[in-house]
């Protein structure tokens, strides 16, 4: 079965960094587009970063660019969103999609066919 994992949410404060990880089971990594998005309360599941099935290609949200950097590990089956300079408006909850079928490393959620359950960001002092 097809499952996408993420971990590494929780509380941190404004500047503050973390890493979340998204891994893969039941299926290898290598041959998919692997995309961040992010829903906060009241508001529409954004795009936040892309890559590219072999890691070459990346693609960042404005708002998070410079502060965000994805990265992916095709022999550990995982794919990685370091965040740092975290702010109050980043609080979401986070999800990593996979697509095989998209040409681009597209922020559409409409490319992806495989979500994870999610993992709750909140940055707060």
């Known amino acids: 079965q097809l499952q996408l994992v993420e971990s590494g949410g929780g509380l941190v404060q404004p500047g503050g960094s973390l890493r979340l990880s998204c891994a893969a089971s039941?299926?290898?990594?290598?041959?998919?587009?692997i995309g961040w998005f992010r829903q906060a309360p009241g508001k529409e599941r954004e795009g936040v970063s892309s890559?590219?099935?072999?890691?070459?290609?990346?693609n960042y949200a404005d708002s998070v660019k410079g502060r965000f950097t994805i990265s992916r590990d095709n022999a550990k089956n995982t794919v990685y969103l370091q965040m740092n300079s975290l702010k109050p408006e980043d609080t979401a909850v986070y999800y990593c999609?996979?697509?095989?079928?998209?040409?681009?490393?597209?922020?559409?959620?409409?490319?992806?066919?495989?979500w994870g359950q999610g993992t709750q960001v909140t940055v707060s002092s």
């Open positions: 039941g299926f290898a990594l290598d041959s998919y587009v």
């Open positions: 999609a996979a697509s095989n079928w998209v040409v681009v490393t597209t922020l559409d959620t409409g490319g992806y066919d495989y």
């Open positions: 890559i590219s099935s072999s890691g070459g290609s990346t």
